[in-house]
């Protein structure tokens, strides 16, 4: 009897050495496939994060550039302007720049807005007039945004609404526009415009022109 059962405990004791090593092993697979997985996963937060430096550097570069831009445009035109003033405010990372640019001759003017976004969602407007002298008035929008969007609209003096423009990450937008004033159409155009400048969620920048002569 004895020795018919040590051939049944040898074959045990097999298996269960075989099942042990088995098992070892599929925790080891397993271990090292979940160390892959969080390297993978470091990998592209390693990835995200220099990305959105990357971003970041570039938006800083714009602004910077279009800062030297506004003020070379300011000092050239200087000689020929009567009165001008200009106001701005650098903005860091956190915050946009904002800066607005504004002059006038005896038969021209022209306003500058611009703006840089992180995300903001906001309302802002203003006014310009256009006097009975004014006999041509020129309207560009620039801007370009990767997240939400902003919104452009201008009216004409009486209120309808003479432009209205949405920037999107789907493109850049590089608009323009000029109007001719004859003397039968003055009463429509001669007076008080307003701009309503809306951001919803947008990370971008955008400028506005509006010249008159």
Not at 60 to 89: C, F, G, H, P
Not at 93 to 103: H, L, T, V
């Amino acid at each position: 009897m004895k020795n018919r059962r040590s051939p049944r405990v040898l074959t045990l004791l097999m298996v269960m050495v075989i099942t042990g090593f088995v098992l070892q092993a599929q925790a080891q697979t397993s271990q090292e496939a979940q160390k892959k997985q969080m390297q993978d996963q470091e990998a592209k937060v390693k990835e995200m994060e220099m990305q959105l430096k990357k971003q970041q550097l570039e938006q800083e570069q714009k602004v910077v550039e279009l800062e030297r831009a506004y003020a070379e445009q300011a000092r050239t035109s200087s000689r020929d302007r009567e009165n001008a003033i200009i106001y701005a405010r650098p903005g860091g990372s956190d915050e946009g720049a904002y800066f607005i640019q504004s002059y006038s001759q005896e038969n021209q003017s022209q306003l500058t807005l611009r703006n840089s976004f992180n995300g903001e969602t906001l309302t802002s407007n203003g006014e310009f007039d256009v006097d009975e002298n004014t006999g041509h008035i020129r309207f560009t929008v620039n801007g370009k945004v990767r997240h939400g969007e902003i919104s452009i609209k201008v009216l004409y003096p009486e209120g309808k609404v003479f432009k209205d423009l949405t920037i999107n990450s789907s493109a850049e937008i590089s608009f323009s526009q000029s109007l001719t004033i004859k003397d039968g159409e003055k009463k429509k155009y001669v007076g008080t415009w307003k701009y309503e400048v809306k951001t919803k969620t947008a990370e971008g920048n955008y400028m506005m022109s509006i010249m008159t002569q």
